[in-house]
């Protein structure tokens, strides 16, 4: 055997090997690119629903929170609209005046269709009362039982700063710390 014929067939195998390897190389580097666009698609689509379950959450704590939330300050006098009640008026007219107490108007509704329109026009009914004392009155009707409910509080929105903090920060303290009278 010459060494020319060794060295062909030696030859075209290592041909042969070099394009296995070149068609190999190409097909894994397809399945990566493959592989990488269905990862960039699912990371995508993760963001995506990320997002839309974030704004689904936001948009449920916007609907769950009122615009204008009940009172959260403690009532200073509460009057309940029962048969046997004074008229709301005569009732507002022995309350001390004070502008920066807030007069909130509460109605209950039960699960029939008219309920709900019947609370309105006695929530309604007890704000007229109270305009006509000069007075505003917030509305707020919740599903439940009892009686309509009217409370004055110290939790206007509209207040500069709370009642009793400025009082309070109006009083020299001491070197301790300590508010002088």
């Known amino acids: 055997m010459s060494a020319r014929v060794a ?31 269905d990862i960039d698609r699912r990371q995508a689509i993760d963001r ?23 009172a959260s300050a403690a009532p ?30 509460t109605t209950f509704y039960g699960p029939t269709p008219t309920a709900l329109p019947a609370a309105l026009a006695e929530a309604a009914r007890l704000a007229r009362a109270a305009g006509a004392m000069g007075l505003r009155a917030r509305v ?4 439940g039982r009892g009686p309509a409910r009217v409370a004055l509080a110290f939790d206007d929105p509209a207040l500069p700063e709370p009642v009793a903090r400025s009082l309070l920060e109006s009083r020299p303290a001491s070197s301790e710390g300590i508010s002088a009278p």
Do not use: H, K
């Open 7 to 37: 060295t062909s067939w030696q030859t075209s195998l290592a041909d042969l090997s070099l394009i296995l390897f070149m068609i190999a190389a190409a097909a894994l580097s397809r399945q990566e690119n493959d592989r990488r666009q």
């Open 48 to 70: 995506r629903q990320a997002i839309d379950r974030r704004q689904d959450s936001d948009r449920r704590q916007e609907l769950a929170q009122p615009a204008d939330a009940p």
């Open 76 to 105: 200073l006098a509460v009057y309940l609209a029962t048969p046997d009640a004074p008229p709301l008026g005569a009732w507002l007219a022995r309350q001390a005046a004070d502008p920066r107490q807030r007069l909130t108007v």
């Open 140 to 143: 707020v009707a919740e599903p």
